[in-house]
Nanobody, 116 residues
């Protein structure tokens, strides 16, 4: 089992920045991938960004050039640096981890609200 705890959400004005953190209860060194997803009110959960075990990254088109995913093995933590935030980025952001055996874990989510 892996517990994931997100933090760093909050309220920010459009154009501002936030950095989300996802702290894992176990080592993130040997995982298949970790990622961020978000869910806005009345919408389905959607992919935001992913970082694979090999370090490759991929982003949703809507956040490319504005968001950066990274990880710190020493802290068992993944990050999402979000710049140039827009009101449409408002959502609950969820951390996801997929282990090498493809077991799948989610955090509880952190609210990001971008005001115009």
């Amino acid at each position: 089992q892996v517990q994931l705890v997100e933090s760093g959400g909050g309220v920010v004005q459009a154009g501002g920045s936030l950095r989300l953190s996802c702290a894992a209860s176990r080592s993130i060194f040997n995982v298949n991938r970790m990622g961020w997803y978000r869910q806005a009110p009345g919408k389905e959960r959607e992919f935001v960004a992913v970082i694979t075990g090999a370090g490759s990254t991929n982003y949703a088109d809507s956040v490319k050039g504005r968001f950066t995913i990274s990880r710190d093995y020493t802290k068992n933590t993944m990050y999402l640096q979000m710049n140039s935030l827009k009101p449409e980025d408002t959502a609950v952001y969820y951390c996801n981890l997929v282990r090498t055996d493809y077991s799948n874990y989610w955090g509880q989510g952190t609210q990001v609200t971008v005001s115009s």
